[in-house]
């Protein structure tokens, strides 16, 4: 088992930043790769950004290309979801996940319990 905590959920204007973290724990955390998700109120559940064991590969919505950056520190056991130029349509929870496989945008197995971004304009 793959126990995943976010944080850094919040309320923030439009334009601006958040940095969330997603802590692992209960297996070696460079085995998995890594994903966010994102839900918004009525939506689907959405695949936002991945990477892979090490970092050296990552995958990204279109959606999100260019003001998101994932990116991870498997010394520390977290990944993080660097978000900039925030818009109000990406208010949502946020989910971090974790798979054994990677590249993949669905079927992660380990899943967090969300934290929440809103975004007002």
Known sequence: QVQLVESGGGLVQAGGSLRLSCAASGRTFSDYAMGWFRQAPGKEREF????????GLTLYADSVKGHFTISRDNAKNTMYLQMNSLKPEDTAVYYCAADMSFPKSKGYTYWGQGTQVTVSS
């Open 48 to 55: 936002v950004a991945g990477i892979n064991w090490s970092g």
